[in-house]
């Protein structure tokens, strides 16, 4: 970190004029897409933040598992597809909600069409983040960045049909971009986004890249940010620990340089991979303390998210209670 850089920004990280034009014209109706409970703070509720025309709350509920996303091996994966059925799907996203959470965040998948009205006719009323990328519009499109691009934006195009409160480029794109020297073509995607009347995130798992995009003052609403640098490559890996893990690779020492560049930004940030993908899950003490470290090391307007799997135990059940002991 340069640490130039304070936590206010600079001019070029406030809200673009065209922006709040638009969010000023379209924040209405926007809020008519969202069920009228969600729009006010209930009992139950854990504690929110602003995002763009919502209040989020500080934990939501991660996707992954949902779609498969194990980040351990096919076997866990397959594992997962198979058991979130979709009335999983919709068992899960209510007890959420009962629970005081009221977003859920994943990745774009074309079932999304088939569970919502699962969701609403059960009535669960949770809001949605959707994270796009080209791959999950079209795995066939190439990876250039005037690809990745274009899917990217014909996938947010895609997910409006299940009416997200916001859209945000997914973090490996993002990273493709960046590797390339197209990081400024993100701005196109956020002024698209903000196009169809939702707020627009750019999510990243390289902390040099977030205070990329905070010095650039792309315009977008909030970020999303890995605590985990999973879209390393090789010749990374290499300079950062001499070697190639035989995996994905998770390092202790990520997550203090990510949080370090989260608290620079001036904008709400969705931080994942707290429990790096369930490795810090060994105890209800170790998971605990991760999440916990994640709260302690953030700003009070940013959240988690944190993806559950509640076939053994009732995860949304203990995950909810220890943030709500946390925040309290």
Not at 20 to 35: E, I, N
Not at 63 to 71: E, K, R
Not at 91 to 101: F, K, Q, T, V
Not at 171 to 177: H, K, R
Request: net charge neutral; aromatic share 8%.
């Amino acid at each position: 970190m340069s640490g130039k850089k304070s936590s206010q920004g600079n001019a070029s990280d406030q809200p673009s004029s065209r922006r709040d034009f638009l969010k000023d014209a379209t924040s209405v109706a926007v809020g008519l897409m969202v069920p009228g409970p969600l729009r006010a703070e209930s009992a139950n509720m854990l504690p929110t933040v602003q995002l763009g025309a919502h209040l989020v709350t500080r934990l939501l509920v991660g996707g992954n598992p949902i779609f498969g996303y194990s980040h351990f091996n096919p076997m866990l994966d397959r594992q997962m597809r198979e058991w979130f059925t979709d009335e999983h799907i919709v068992e899960l996203l209510a007890g959420c909600e009962r629970a005081g959470i009221n977003t859920w965040q994943t990745s774009f998948n074309y079932d999304l069409k088939r569970i919502f009205p699962k969701l609403r006719e059960a009535g669960c009323n949770i809001q949605f983040i959707c994270l796009a990328a080209s791959w999950h519009y079209d795995e066939k499109m190439g990876r250039s960045p005037e690809e990745v691009l274009d899917g990217t934006i014909k996938c947010a195009q895609a997910a409006m049909e299940v009416r997200p409160i916001g859209i945000a480029f997914h973090g490996f794109a993002t990273d493709i971009l960046y590797r390339a020297g197209k990081i400024d073509l993100v701005r196109t995607y956020i002024d698209r986004v903000h196009d169809m009347g939702v707020a627009a995130g750019i999510s990243t798992h390289n902390p040099k890249i977030l205070e990329t995009l905070h010095e650039k003052g792309f315009g977008n609403d909030f970020y999303m940010a890995g605590l985990h640098y999973l879209s390393r490559h090789r010749e990374d890996w290499i300079r950062d620990i001499g070697t190639v893990p035989v995996d994905e690779g998770w390092i202790e020492s990520d997550r203090p340089k990510m949080v370090a560049a989260v608290r620079q930004v001036n904008k709400p940030t969705l931080v994942y991979k707290v429990l790096a993908a369930g490795r810090k899950c060994g105890s209800e003490e170790e998971k605990r303390a991760a999440i916990k470290w994640a709260y302690d090391n953030i700003k009070p307007t940013d959240a988690t998210i944190i993806g559950m799997y509640p076939r053994y135990s009732d995860q949304v059940g203990e995950t909810t209670k220890i943030v709500r002991e946390i925040l309290a």
